[in-house]
């Protein structure tokens, strides 16, 4: 440079620097039209080192940047062999502490892009690196600046970034040198000293922009915290986006994560401008699926058709002697109609026709979109990115659905707690989810069950739900004898699947292709969502009943032809293994039971019940540990819960073999016994539920087999009691109880006979089946037997809820027969029996005011006058059932329960031990239940005897007699009172509350 223009860019003043910048441009502009390249190298190193150097004074430093600023315009597009010397110092200018020298840098840069055009590509990543630095600078003069810059270099990446080949050789140079070193760093270096050959002549694109080399700065710089930062990088993922041959979605999964992100920024034009690149890249992915899908069906439906021509043609050559040559290929004539199919196909895969047709070649990886999606639903994020999670998982369902079903596990692990949340967009939007899913699930095929696989057996033992030691050691004999004989198995645990890495998949993709375009044809691999063996362990798999392991496909073998949203699959892909892993997601769904939120259990187990009913012999069978899962959930607070997990226990047992049902029923039977308050509370429930998803029959002849063979006398009474209740009661046993009346056939003696037999816990309930089942002179031979029996306050409160069942619609067809004693005299007998064991009670006016209304004719007719057909009735009832043997039966198993009350009172055998009430009247301090004696209690007193004749204890009064109760006095006269229903009180204010309140309305509570 002239003495005069060093001295003129070192002024102080700004208007002498740019007076020296004016003369120093023609200077070089001369020096180009001479084409001396020396001076201008030489111009060129003297005003880098003014500026450059942090030594120099400010104006002097300001003067180079102006000066280069000068020198960039004169040379133009020339100024391209310069690029390495200049763009480097002037960025280093970018981040120096005097705002002065960075916005002087940024003008400078302006200045040199603005010439160079498209060549300053070469160092995109640079600017970009620099820039985003300066979008968030303290200075408003310099953000401007920058801003001035960055709309130039926007616009020139929209105009010539995906085409641009540089023109010189020095770019090119750094270009090459700038790939090579992309490579190396993924790994793939060339050999030795041919590297360098091997890079220039490779098949790999020359321009200017790569896209495949921005990705990684953008990936790293996508998680800043700065909102102008932010919103400089939307900014540019907008543009970039929109160039529509730079293919952008096809790097979505690197930068999506912190793209998401962005939405809980606290600034609103962040927010706004992040929630409309999303949309436009959620719709762009729509638009290239919907594309893929439609090429893909024209080219399946042309494939076809070559094979159906061919097929054609080889049948015609077969039925001729001469074989048949193969028409010539022509250009466009007739007879080649099979091999121009084939070109067309073939052009299809390859050239194609030359329309341009957006989206038919981008390989958008759905999959790491997915594990990206999955991720955001962590109750860590922000509440609008779960939202817009959700919202993405639901539009992948409806044009990805191969891609999300290897997902299912961990969809429902993601999706189903959040269908109880308290935000209601998130629980809005994962109810569409959850039943999008569902659906996609639903509508797949059903698997085919191969011979090899083994299919689980039940075990011939029982399964008891897993209890604690000290639960264990207070069990009944019984329980204590189910669970020494065998050992439930252990809970599934559920193991969280691995995934492989972004920086993995980049290595892998980038490796493959380093292009900014996708090359036609190219299809990116895409990330197992299953683990493998190097990722983390595999879930314990179930043990059969033999102890083998069952075989189970591996779900990571999916194709990456159907992780890649076409929704036609080859015909190579049918041999493949099923993608979806029911094991895996019954584990999932299993695990939602321990979810607090009723909706969350209540979608697990409906998923279970479609699960179930498309593979029956794929998952839930009895040894595979959901069984005590399903158990427990019986006693979950929930009605609707309870109600869906019967039905899916139904569905299981009624699709598995009888032995399955079996053992259901014993443990179901194993669990009312361990908790009782769940069968006070819930036992009609899950019987009633039970009985109308199952065949109720089978569910109550089963139920007596068990119960017949109980040693828990106390547990066996209870639950018939509460079977007999459901039978006279339910709506959905009405069936059930109408073939139990037909005691004409053969079947309905047997079902009765079963359901004797265990009923014979419990003495009012076999009472009530035999008045149910007609069984009237039977009925009226087990009163006698009540007479020997003990009356105890339970037994009364029984007799109680059975009158008031009478007076119910079940019985209407007795009341009616009460008007025929003729027919049915045993009837009256029974009644009057109830009436005669029955205290004055409600009860007792109420039967007695029954009989009194048909009195006359049941007194005139007390005498059995049977007529032909209730004597042909007669007949075949004392021939097909054994009623002698069905009493002996009763009075064996009513002697076991006699003998349990008085080993649980302590030894007392006095009438008043069911009362709690030794012969003094004296509380024994009985401990009830589960045959455990209490502490200190009282002798046994001396036998008593019995009068053969009727029955009653001699030389004791009956609690009944009112004798009895004037002799008592203490403890024993109020409660006695309780019984009759005679006003005894000793005064008005006394005897009222008694008469409102009833004989057995107290003692019931």
């Known amino acids: 440079m002239e003495p005069a223009v060093v001295k003129g860019l070192n002024d102080k003043f700004y208007e002498k620097r740019k007076g020296a910048a004016l003369e120093l441009e023609k200077a070089v502009r001369d020096a180009q039209a001479h084409n001396d390249t020396a001076k201008i190298h030489q111009i060129v190193d003297q005003l880098c080192d003014l500026f ?83 979008a968030a600078d303290s200075e408003t003069s310099v953000r401007n600046g920058a801003e001035l810059l960055d709309r130039l270099l926007k616009d020139i990446v929209a105009e010539s970034g995906p085409t641009y080949v540089p023109h010189f050789p020095e770019t090119e140079k750094i270009r090459r040198e700038k790939q090579s070193d992309s490579l190396n760093g993924l790994g793939i ?69 912190g793209l998401l992100k962005y939405l809980s920024d606290p600034t609103e034009d962040v927010k706004i401008a992040t929630e409309n690149v999303l949309a436009d890249f959620l719709k762009e992915i729509r638009q290239i699926a919907q594309v893929q899908a439609q090429r893909e069906r024209e080219r399946l439906r042309k494939l076809e058709k070559v094979k159906a021509k061919k097929a054609a043609a080889e049948a015609r050559g077969s039925q001729s002697d001469e074989p048949v040559t193969p028409p010539a290929r022509t250009n466009g004539e007739s007879g080649s109609c099979a091999f121009e199919d084939e070109e067309d196909l073939v052009d299809d895969q390859g050239r194609g026709s030359g329309a341009w047709i957006p989206g038919q070649n981008v390989a958008v990886d759905h999959a790491a979109i997915v594990e990206i999606l999955i991720a955001q639903l962590d109750s860590d994020h922000d509440e609008i990115q779960q939202s817009t999670a959700l919202r993405w998982l639901t539009e992948f369902l409806s044009f990805a659905k191969e891609v999300m079903v290897p997902f299912t596990p961990r969809l429902i692990l993601a999706v189903l707690p959040n269908l109880a949340h308290h935000v209601p967009t998130i629980q809005a939007a994962a109810q569409t989810t959850n039943q ?116 189970k496909e591996a779900p990571g073998d999916v194709t990456p032809a159907a992780q890649l949203g076409s929704p036609a699959l080859t015909d190579e892909m049918d041999d493949s293994p099923d993608p979806f892993d029911y094991q895996l997601t019954v584990n999932s769904l299993t695990v939602q039971f321990m979810s607090e939120h009723e909706e969350t259990r209540v979608a697990a187990l409906k998923w279970l019940l479609m699960l179930h009913s498309k593979a029956p012999k794929k998952i839930l069978a009895m040894d595979d540990g959901t069984f005590p899962a399903l158990l427990k959930t019986l006693s979950d607070p929930s009605e609707e819960v309870i109600k869906n997990d019967l039905r899916l226990l139904a569905q299981i047992s009624s699709s598995s073999e009888e032995a399955y049902f079996k053992s259901f029923m014993v443990n179901l039977l194993e669990l009312f016994s361990t908790d009782r308050r769940l069968l006070e509370t819930r036992g009609s429930l899950i019987i009633r539920q039970l009985c109308l998803n199952l065949n109720s029959e089978r569910i109550y002849r089963t139920f007596a087999e068990i119960l017949e063979r109980d040693e828990d006398l106390d547990f066996a009474s209870t639950m018939v009691q509460k079977l007999n209740i459901i039978l006279i009661t339910s709506p959905e046993l009405q069936e059930f109880r109408r073939r139990l009346k037909n005691l004409e056939s053969k079947d309905g003696q047997m079902l009765f006979s079963i359901l004797y037999k265990s009923w014979c816990h419990n003495a009012v309930a076999v009472f009530s089946l035999c008045l149910l089942a007609q069984a009237y002179e039977h009925a009226s031979n087990l009163l006698q037997i009540f007479a020997e029996l003990e009356i105890t306050v339970h037994f009364l409160v029984q007799i109680d809820k059975l009158v008031q069942l009478i007076e119910s619609p079940v019985f209407t067809s007795l009341r009616l027969q009460l008007l025929e004693p003729d027919r049915y005299p045993y009837l009256f007998k029974c009644l009057y029996g109830l009436l005669m064991l029955l205290p004055q009670s409600t009860a007792f006016i109420s039967l007695r005011n029954r009989l009194n209304a048909v ?136 005897a009222a509350p008694a008469k409102r309140r009833g004989t057995l309305g107290g003692l019931r509570k």
């Open 52 to 134: 450059a150097s942090s030594s120099n004074p400010l104006h002097s430093r300001n003067g180079g940047l102006i000066g280069l600023a000068a020198t960039s315009i004169a040379l133009g597009v020339e100024v391209a062999p310069h690029l390495e010397t200049i763009v480097p110092p002037v960025l280093a200018c970018f981040t120096d502490p005097e705002s002065r020298i960075r916005y002087f840098a940024c003008e400078s840069m302006y200045n040199i892009a603005k010439v160079s055009k498209g060549e300053i590509l070469i160092f995109f990543n640079e600017i970009f690196d620099a820039l985003s630095k300066l």
């Open 189 to 257: 270096a060339a050999a030795s000293k041919e590297s360098d050959e091997a890079v220039e002549n490779s098949a790999l694109p020359k321009q200017a922009f790569s896209l495949a080399r921005f990705i990684p700065l953008l990936s790293e710089r996508i998680y800043v915290i700065s909102p102008l930062t932010r919103s400089y990088l939307v900014s540019w993922i907008t543009v970039l986006d929109s160039v529509p041959d730079l293919e952008l979605v096809s790097y979505l999964p690197e930068f999506l994560d």
């Open 436 to 551: 999008q899913l569902f659906q996609v699930i639903q509508a797949l095929p059903a698997p085919v069950v191969t011979p090899d696989v083994p299919t689980p057996q039940p075990p011939p033992a029982v399964l008891p739900p897993p209890q604690p030691a000290a639960a264990a050691a207070a069990q009944p004999p019984r329980a204590q004898s189910v669970a020494s004989t065998r050992t439930a198995p252990a809970s599934p645990t559920f193991d969280g699947t691995a995934f492989p890495s972004r920086a993995s998949r980049d290595l892998h993709r980038d490796s493959l292709d380093i292009t900014a375009t996708p090359v036609p044809g190219r299809r990116q691999p895409t990330p197992s969502p299953v683990p493998s063996a190097t990722h983390g362990p595999e879930p314990s798999a179930p043990l059969l009943a033999d102890g083998n392991t069952p075989n």
């Open 855 to 990: 009195s006359a004719l049941g007194f005139l007719h007390i005498a059995p006058k049977t007529s032909n057909v209730a004597a042909a009735r007669s007949k075949l009832s004392r021939d097909e059932v054994k009623w002698q043997e069905l009493l002996s039966h009763f009075r064996t198993v009513q002697m076991k329960h006699e003998k349990y009350r008085r080993q649980a009172a302590g030894g007392d055998v006095s009438p008043l031990a069911g009362l709690g009430l030794n012969s003094n009247g004296v509380s024994t301090g009985a401990a009830g239940g589960r045959g455990r004696r209490a502490a200190g209690a009282a002798k046994e007193p001396p036998p008593l005897t019995r009068e053969n004749s009727g029955g009653r204890p001699a030389g004791v009064l009956s609690p009944l007699n009112p004798r009895a109760r004037g002799s008592s006095g203490g403890q024993l006269a109020p409660l006695m009172s309780a019984f009759s229903g005679t006003p005894r009180a000793t005064s008005p204010t006394a």
